[in-house]
């Protein structure tokens, strides 16, 4: 399902400040939000109610004293039919402020499904926006970010910004309307009385604002060193077969203690802000009502003020300083999700740097490739990659290409598929400069097939299909027959219903490997690229697909990596690179007739052989 579109609050040559932004996404279900308001008013309403019947009941029943309050009540329950005098009266209260505790309590729990459900659909619908803004972004950018950042990113700041939904606006408003509620009971009760009990209020408001900004603080740090602790995590557990065998797993689970000990650490001062202020709003409280019961029973005493209000104040006060230990919590929690905010606005922020122009072109399918004079550095200041590079592949030929490792061979792959501009020169396919092509048309003629292989935790069937519509069973099952894979499928559990685990757990590398050529094949790409697609694999299984190969690549222009030399053979030409440079082109005859740098490669392998 596709994620509503939140909408913008301010044009959008005006960027939006984070609350702005956070209330767009919150505007498709402005009618749940209303509804929970609505609830939170009503429930404050009720919370105001209770103390009043207990001054009316002590001044009525339980020490008769004539006091404003006390009157109002009667005459409302006179109103509403109830009895009012007598044991009868004082049951008839009792029920009303059961009733006003019971309704309460039922609009809190529907007012807390409400929002608790707001927040997950806003949770939704951000994180499938942001994957799928994450999906449009240029490969460059996933170089250069961690992946325990992104992941950080897609969990923890967006469930910060569930907590503010959840926990958040209408916590605050709750608070802020119980807070006015109990100022406009209390002054009008007694003034006396209200000064005294707000007496402390200034010490909590400076002890609020020293919480609030000191656990902001620590917040954000504590922020910034779990998405450490994530990214050492994702990059270590992926990489855990490497870390056995070179038996590092020592020091790789002391840099996570490290990491964790700063993560730890930072929260453990967030602690101690808690220690104190919640301990010190319950002393400031203590004080309050401390004050209320001496100056309150001495003008008791004088016929100043009722019991019956004395007993309301002890209670709207204690109802009163718990809101504003609760503002400054929540108020952190406003904090919290603002900087979230902040960095999921910079994410979505981010634009592709390649872009398709808005009328891609989209030539007759003719199978060529060329490079004119192409130089390339991934980044501006460091060496380049390709240097002056210019070649030309015909329709339905097999070129190779070799070269020691950082040659620039699958730097050729990501211009090929523009996940990188060139910075002088040009790419063509089929007679038109990638960049003028329309990037999803580009894309759909290659079938790539890497060294590296992705498989994904579902049936095998979507792993070659891997969403593409049109593709029938039919075409999947004679993919996997012309790379010999057909019978590694057939002996699994369910064939093309067998599932396999994270990164195409229950198959080999060389399995894995076969299930990758059959997902490039089975589109009927124009042309095919193996970037040293046959390295992970043992000798037996490269045979059988340079077998399949000899019939695959037919018809089709192949641009092949090359990591063994043996699969060079079957090209009708090679292309040698050497730091960046094309050093030689020709047949492998040739090239091994000129005794040059294709020479000298062709024997360090066989000598390793």
């Known amino acids: 399902m596709r994620a509503p579109v939140p909408r913008p609050l301010r044009s959008s040559r005006t960027p939006q400040s984070p609350l702005a932004w956070l209330l767009a996404w919150a505007y498709p279900y402005r009618l749940r939000i209303l509804v929970a308001t609505v609830l939170v008013t009503g429930g404050a309403l009720l919370q105001v109610v209770g103390p009043l019947l207990t001054a009316a009941a002590v001044d009525l029943y339980l020490k008769p004293q004539a ?94 910004v569930n907590e503010l939904f959840t926990s958040g606006f209408v916590e605050i408003l709750a608070d802020v309307l119980l807070l006015s509620g109990i100022m406009v009971v209390l002054f009008s009760l007694s003034v006396r009385l209200a000064l005294v009990a707000f007496s402390v209020l200034p010490l909590l408001a400076l002890l609020a604002w020293w919480f609030r900004t000191n656990a902001r603080e620590i917040y954000l740090e504590v922020r910034t060193r779990f998405a450490a602790v994530n990214t050492h995590l994702q990059e270590h557990l992926a990489g855990i077969a490497v870390i056995q065998v070179l038996r590092a797993q020592k020091p790789s689970a002391e840099k996570l203690v490290h990491l964790d000990a700063q993560h730890r650490d930072a929260n453990i001062r967030g602690i101690f802000y808690y220690a104190v202020f919640y301990p010190a709003v319950e002393l400031l409280t203590a004080f309050g009502i401390a004050g209320l019961l001496h100056f309150g029973a001495r003008w008791s005493q004088q016929g100043l003020v009722s019991f019956g ?11 009163f300083y718990r809101p504003i230990g609760d503002l400054a919590e929540n108020y952190n929690v406003l904090q919290a999700s603002t900087a979230a905010a902040v960095r999921l606005q910079e994410l979505l922020a981010t634009k592709p740097k390649l872009k398709a122009p808005p009328r891609g072109q989209r030539p007759p399918r003719l199978g060529r490739l ?96 891997l969403g593409r519509q049109g593709i029938s069973d039919q075409r999947i099952l004679w993919a996997l027959e012309q790379v010999q894979a057909r019978e590694v499928v057939e002996r699994l559990p369910g064939g093309l219903n067998a599932v396999l685990g994270e990164r195409g757990s229950g198959l080999s590398v060389g399995e894995r490997q076969l299930l990758a050529f059959a997902r490039a094949l089975v589109g009927d790409p124009e042309f095919v690229v193996l970037d040293e697609a046959t390295a992970s694999v043992d000798p037996l299984t490269e045979a059988r697909i340079q077998e399949a190969l000899q019939r695959l690549l037919a018809g089709r222009t192949a641009l092949i990596i090359a990591h063994r030399l043996t699969t060079t053979q079957l090209c009708s030409r090679v292309l040698v690179f050497h730091r960046g440079k094309l050093v030689e082109s020709g047949s492998h005859a040739d090239l091994l007739a000129q005794r040059g740098a294709y020479y000298a490669l062709f024997g360090r392998q066989l000598a390793v052989s």
């Open 370 to 465: 060329e490079f004119r004079q192409v130089s390339f550095a991934y980044q501006e200041g460091e060496p380049e990659a390709l240097k002056n590079v210019s070649f030309l592949v015909e329709p339905g030929e097999k070129v190779a290409v070799v070269g020691h490792t950082g040659a620039g061979k699958s730097t050729l792959v990501n211009l090929l598929l523009r996940f990188y501009d060139v910075q002088r020169g040009a790419v063509l396919v089929d007679g038109v400069d990638v960049r003028e092509f329309d990037l999803a048309e580009l894309r759909s003629r290659f079938a790539v097939v890497l060294q590296e292989v992705d498989c994904f935790a579902g049936t095998v069937r979507e792993n070659v299909a």
């Open 67 to 160: 006091s404003a309050t006390a009157q109002k009540v009667l005459a409302l329950m006179t109103l509403l039919g109830l009895p009012a005098s007598g044991s009868a009266g004082l049951v008839s209260l009792a029920a009303l402020y059961l009733l006003a505790l019971l309704a309460g309590a039922l609009l809190m729990v529907v007012q807390a499904k409400v929002m608790l459900t707001t927040g997950q659909l806003v949770m939704r619908d951000m994180r499938n926006r942001l994957f799928a803004h994450l999906q449009t972004l240029d490969v460059a950018f996933f170089h250069r970010t961690p992946t325990g950042r992104i992941i950080t990113r897609l969990t923890s700041d967006v469930e910060a």
């Open 309 to 319: 209000v004395l007993v309301a104040f002890v209670q709207y006060v204690q109802r």
